[in-house]
């Protein structure tokens, strides 16, 4: 059986384990606060070209997404977020567990729009009862989206401009964040996203290490007792340290985007054979996740060699599924998926 069910099935890169095999005995301080950490902070500042930004690593999305969110709200504060975000349909309430509530938006193939932002702040505050309402504190979008999908710089801009009028923090999830920058058509690059987000992150868990996150918040505002949240939301690692170790791995000399490179070149041969049999998908992916809609009969046969994600039930005899690949696939494996279909 070959999985393509998601793109952390594997344990982590090997020049990761490599590195962690190295430094296995050393000592140092914990929570972060040692110097494999510190230079990780600064690699990923030098890339981001944010010299001011903060550099916190977390121990995973769900983790990274509750804290970010309770940080930078006030009580009677929610998030706005695409009605597929993941915050919305995949971490179990963990926002609302925190004391927040998500506002959903409309979301097209997995993304929102400026007018729709804007038209949902404008909405909550000119009707009469607005106090006694959610008041909408911050927007959060990811990229890739839940659906593999990327948005343009152009788009982004746009998005931040109603952010910034409104005076609420853009905060861009950032979990397969390299196989969305690494997507053809992308036109951002790491940079862009530190510039535009005021706090994101650089996912691990989905792109090569064993776990982690690396949050960079770029806006001054939310700077404020961060490593407090980390620590009260359960997303601070004692032996912080094998954190520093992972993203300082991945981050050095671009593997963190050659590796999601190659994991996005395999998922769209994929979607090419399906593309050649004439089969239709949910949406446009240009990313490491597709969503091609089989005949029952094709997703049976195929499901006998392949674990793939039944995502969304078309009508009674057509299901759209989702196949992702990871920087682990191998060509070996694409090859065999493709003779299948």
């Not at 981001?48 to 995973?60: I, K, M, Q, R, S």
């Not at 504060?77 to 925190?98: D, F, K, M, P, R």
């Not at 910034?164 to 979990?175: K, Q, R």
């Not at 868990?205 to 961060?226: H, M, P, R, S, Y």
């Amino acid at each position: 059986m070959i999985l393509f069910y998601s793109d952390y099935l594997e344990g982590c890169h090997p020049s990761i384990l490599n590195k962690l095999q190295e430094t296995n005995l050393h000592q140092t301080p914990g929570y972060g606060e040692d110097d494999f950490c510190g230079q990780a902070k600064e690699t990923i500042k030098n890339i981001c070209e944010a010299p001011g930004a903060d550099v916190h690593f977390l121990v995973g999305g769900t983790q990274t997404n509750m804290t970010v969110i309770a940080a930078s709200l006030r009580p009677h504060q929610g998030v706005l977020c695409a009605s597929s975000g993941h915050i919305n349909v995949h971490e179990t309430g963990a926002i609302e567990h925190s004391g927040h509530k998500v506002l959903p938006l409309p979301a097209k193939d997995g993304k929102v729009c400026a007018q729709d932002v804007c038209a949902a702040l404008e909405a909550h505050y000119s009707d009469p009862s607005f106090e006694h309402t959610v008041q909408p504190g911050m927007l959060y979008i990811s990229f890739p989206t839940e659906l593999g999908t990327i948005y343009s710089k152009k788009e982004l801009l746009e998005i931040k401009k109603v952010c910034s009028d409104w005076e609420i923090p853009l905060f861009i999830d950032g979990a397969r964040l390299g196989y969305g920058l690494e997507a053809e058509g992308c036109d951002l690059l790491l940079k862009d996203i530190a510039q535009i987000a005021d706090v994101f992150y650089i996912g691990g868990t989905k792109q090569g290490a064993l776990f982690g996150e690396a949050v960079v918040i770029c806006n001054e505002k939310l700077k404020t007792d961060f490593r407090y949240f980390i620590k009260q939301n359960g997303g601070m690692l004692a032996k912080g340290r094998l954190l520093g170790i992972q993203f300082d791995a991945l981050m050095k000399e671009g593997l963190y985007f050659s590796i999601a490179r190659d994991a996005v070149r395999k998922a769209q041969r994929i979607s090419e054979a399906f593309r050649k049999k004439g089969y239709d998908f949910l949406v446009e992916s240009p990313t490491n996740q597709i969503f091609p809609i089989l005949p029952k009969e094709d997703e049976e046969r195929l499901s006998s060699d392949f674990g793939f994600e039944e995502w969304q039930k078309i009508d009674a005899d057509h299901i759209g599924v989702r196949f992702c690949t990871s920087w682990a696939t191998t060509d070996e494996q694409v090859d065999a998926l493709i003779s299948a279909i």
